[in-house]
């Protein structure tokens, strides 16, 4: 069964504050990606990656980056939190060309 | 450009009633589309994709390319198919996929 797995169900953090979400996935995949779900908005991407080091920008990149240093491990990284990145954050893993597996979600408040 | 519409963002309806979730998409080339769902307190997960021609659950999805549609349709609804849906395309060749804003379907008792 393919785990995908996140660092935290919800995190609270400060205006300005660097936040770092994490994201695990055990199945050798080459594919992850980083979304935020919002009512009304569905999902958008905001970053994925098809090996490691390798990444390219969504269609809401702004005020996030992402580091993928190893296979298994994709990272989405809030420079400078804010207000408007409050969400709830989903990854997903695949194989090229094969269905998305997501994790359980991140819950972020920005206060 | 590229685009899933959902245009339902809260769908009731009885048990053992029909139901009817649409999705139309614009893409010029060959999709693939894709039904995601979540239940309460649950991660997302596929529940089919056009090409298998599959039916889960009870689901199915047709694709109609003149209408540019993907619906998913159920003969009879179950209490425990409430839970948030989701349409998806993604482009073929790419790892990119365009979801919908979703349709929350309940189904009361």
């Given amino acids: 069964d393919v785990k995908v797995t996140q660092s935290s169900r919800y995190l609270v953090k400060r205006t300005g504050e660097k936040v770092f979400l994490e994201c695990v996935q055990d199945m050798d995949h080459e594919n992850m990606f980083w979304y935020r779900q919002d009512p009304g908005l569905g999902l958008r991407l905001i970053y994925f990656s098809y090996d490691v080091k390798m990444k390219e920008k969504g269609d809401i990149p702004e005020g996030y980056s992402v580091s993928r240093e190893k296979k298994e491990r994709f990272s989405l990284i809030l420079e400078s939190a804010s207000t408007n990145q409050t969400s709830m954050y989903l990854c997903a893993s695949s194989f090229p060309l094969d269905t998305q597996y997501f994790g359980p979600g991140t819950r972020l408040t920005v206060l | ?109």
């Fill in chain 2, 1 to 109: 450009a590229q685009r899933v519409t959902q245009p339902e963002k809260l769908l009731s309806v009885f048990k053992g009633a029909p139901v009817e979730l649409k999705c139309n998409y614009s893409y010029s080339g060959s999709p693939e589309l894709f039904w995601y769902v979540q239940y309460s307190r649950q991660r997302l997960q596929l529940l089919l994709r056009h090409i298998s021609r599959e039916s889960i659950k009870g689901f199915t999805a047709d694709l109609n390319k003149g209408e540019t549609s993907f619906h998913l349709k159920k003969p009879f609804a179950q209490e425990e198919d409430s839970a948030m849906y989701y349409c998806a395309l993604k482009s073929s060749g790419t790892y990119k996929y365009i979801f919908g804003t979703g349709t929350r379907l309940k189904v009361l008792a």
